[in-house]
């Protein structure tokens, strides 16, 4: 499998995923639980959020591209799809990122 980088973030990637699939979710928890500490406020306050005001849309979205969110955010979104694919029997012999 061959996963976004730095430069396709979004507010709102994976939102959609995450109210399907409890995979999702819990990838993004894990990646909270993690984060909160270094980052100081949980990754998917801003990620997963939908339905936002213009004000708080231009927040997150220049919270996102800042590279000390962008990089755990991609990676987290990432993860999750792949362990979303590997729940459905999707196993890939490599993957790779940029």
Known sequence: HMYPGQGSQYVGMTHDLSMRYGIIGSTWKEAD????????EPLSDFVLRTGLSKQEMAIAEEKLKQT?????????????????LNQHGIHPDMVAGH
């Open 68 to 84: 000390e969110y962008t990089q755990p955010a991609m990676l987290t979104a990432d993860l999750a799809l792949e362990r979303l």
């Open 33 to 40: 639980v993690v984060m909160e500490d270094i980052i100081g």
